[in-house]
């Protein structure tokens, strides 16, 4: 005879209002779904079904998390307090390299470049920020952060390569001209 593993079950308030082992298992009758216990956690953590699990081939909208989603990770990753500095809008001209001094002691733990459209241009208005674009054949330049005594220098590093930003409509790397769009570049301090 085969053997059989039963896993404790009850009604999803049984399950909201019990506090497994940790590695227990539970199953709620009316949703049909696994509850897994840590030996804390009143009501433990509910797995997905497959039907549960939205299509990874949908499009995803970050304006549809939830705020309460931001406010429990940001903590986890990052220091707090934190302080954003902001550089002035630097403009795009053909060089190979676009640098910008911030007077500040402060160790950045992230650096963030982005252009704004100062003409309209690849389905832009004026003021748009945008953080999809690149030089040539590289896609979202990395800013170098060096520091010495006149300050923190970010720069990036463009070389030969021609700007580009992906059009707002079609996603498509377009090209941009020299004076159509300004670098801003943040500290996440």
């Not at 209002?17 to 539970?26: H, M, P």
């Not at 997905?48 to 499009?59: E, K, L, W």
């Not at 390299?97 to 470049?113: H, M, N, S």
Request: proline share 6%; aromatic share 10%.
């Amino acid at each position: 005879m085969a053997r059989v593993l039963q896993i404790r079950r009850g009604t999803t308030a049984q399950n909201d209002n019990f506090t497994g082992l940790s590695g227990e298992l539970s199953f709620d009758t009316e949703t049909k779904t696994l509850r897994v216990h840590d030996g804390t956690r009143l009501g433990g953590y509910t797995l997905a079904r497959t039907d549960q699990i939205p299509d990874p081939n949908a499009s995803f909208d970050i304006e549809s998390v939830a705020d309460d989603f931001w406010a429990e990770k940001v903590p986890q990753f990052v220091p707090a307090p934190f302080t954003i500095i902001t550089s002035r809008a630097v403009p795009i001209r053909a060089t190979t390299c676009i640098e910008y001094i911030f007077g500040t002691d402060k160790t950045p733990f992230l650096v963030r470049a982005s252009l704004v459209c100062k003409t309209p241009d690849a389905g832009y208005a004026v003021g748009d920020e945008v953080a999809s674009f690149g030089f040539g054949q590289y896609t979202a330049p990395a800013p170098n952060v060096v520091r010495d005594a006149s300050g923190l220098h970010v720069r990036i590093m463009i070389g030969s390569q021609h700007p580009w930003v992906c059009h707002r409509d079609t996603g498509v790397a377009t090209p941009i001209a020299d004076g159509a769009w300004n670098l801003l570049l943040r500290l996440y301090c």
